[in-house]
């Protein structure tokens, strides 16, 4: 039976400026936009059925830089539930009133803001092209233009980045009375500048460690801390696009290098845009076999802070989720990486520190 597709990605691939740490599928070639937008909009005409979604997600790149008519074609494509969640990418230093009015109009309700420091010394560091204050002035221009649903992204672990330094860019944040945070920790990407050209006095583990845990301490007066890297202050301002990934749902991805999942089937675009401009309707899809699927919905879903519903597994697999990963259970358990909870387990504080090791281990395919 044919699973009900939800939500909706759209890659824009375009920026101003590559940032130094930036591993995502992104260039400065915006002589190519307008071509592209006629490639993506072929490629969404020949796979979309007509579903009505949930979410709808520009990613980039910044999306942003697209112009109100090219997004507005885009999201007259698809049908929509009553009150979806529509989010848009941008970044600070781009933005201005008339401009988010006019999204706000197309149905734009959800923003996510690139802010990644409040320092100016480590916003040049790392190659992002706006400052302390531009922070500011766009979040004040969002706010007039009457957006609820405001994200900021901030990262840590940055070369010269001591804790006191990301302890003040998370009182910083809070100043912004915003409804969501995404924290990220520096990660040297291959194909990135940084990879090229190692910075110099990264963070070491431990102190990016203690950055997360004082991170926590920090915005749970404040916020829900729901997913590894996500905050919000209350269930309404939880990312409902980005959950349908942790909860292993289906949805479409459109446009340069982005994934999708429908039918327990897995697809990524081409990362080529001379490829993908002749051909945007050329995909390889993985057909994942019934233990794929059970090792993604135990991978994702371990994300969560709420963590896995052995009820619901056992339901949607007819297994016992329990006896099926009893070695992994028992072992992280008994390393207190793992604790039990009213319907299942869920990863302790200890654990999520070293998350990847424990995940891996439910991968068995």
């Known amino acids: 039976m044919e699973k009900m597709i939800k939500g909706i990605y759209i890659h824009i691939p375009f920026c101003k400026k590559k ?32 579903e009505r979604v949930k979410t709808l997600y520009f990613g980039g790149g910044t999306p942003y830089l697209l112009n109100v008519n ?51 010394d480590f916003l040049k560091t790392i190659g992002r092209n706006h400052t302390k204050k531009d922070i500011i002035t766009t979040i004040d221009k969002i706010k007039d233009c009457n957006y609820k649903n405001i994200s900021v992204d901030l990262m840590y672990g940055l070369p010269n980045q001591s804790q006191e330094d990301f302890n003040n860019d998370l009182m910083q944040l809070l100043n912004l009375n915003i409804n969501h945070v995404s ?23 431990d102190l ?23 905050f919000s202050t209350n269930e309404q301002f ?10 292993n749902e289906n949805y479409y991805g459109f446009g340069l290098s982005a994934a999708g999942y429908i039918d327990n089937k897995r697809y990524t675009n081409t990362y080529n845009l001379k490829k993908y401009l002749n051909n945007p309707i050329e995909k390889e899809f993985q057909v994942l076999s019934k233990e794929q699927m059970i090792e993604e919905e135990v991978f994702l879903g371990l994300r969560l802070l709420k963590g896995l519903d052995f009820t619901k597994i056992n339901k949607k697999f007819d297994i016992d989720i329990y006896n099926y990963y009893k070695k992994e259970f028992d072992k992280f358990l008994s390393y207190k990486l ?28």
């Open 70 to 120: 090219e997004l507005a074609q885009i999201i007259s494509c698809f049908n929509y539930q009553t009150d979806p969640e529509i989010t848009l990418e941008l970044n600070p230093a781009e933005v201005d009133k008339k401009k988010l009015k006019e999204l706000k109009n197309l149905g734009v309700n959800r923003l996510s803001v690139g802010v990644q420091s409040f320092c100016n």
């Open 208 to 230: 990016q460690a203690g950055m997360y845990k004082n991170a926590i301490q920090i915005l749970n007066d404040k916020f829900i801390h729901y997913e590894f890297s996500n």
């Open 183 to 205: 924290l990220y920790g520096l990660k040297i990407e291959p194909g990135t500048y940084f990879y090229k050209n190692p910075p110099k006095n990264l963070p070491s583990l």
């Open 338 to 365: 793992l604790e039990k909870t009213q319907n299942g387990v869920k990863l302790t504080l200890k654990g999520i520190l070293v998350s990847n090791e424990v995940l891996c281990e439910f991968i068995r395919t």
């Open 19 to 50: 940032c130094n740490y930036c591993a995502f599928c992104s260039f400065e070639l915006l002589k190519h936009k307008e071509i592209y937008i006629k490639s993506l909009l072929n490629e969404i005409k020949h796979f979309y059925r007509g």
């Open 238 to 247: 939880i990312s409902q696009h980005n959950c349908l990934y942790w909860n």
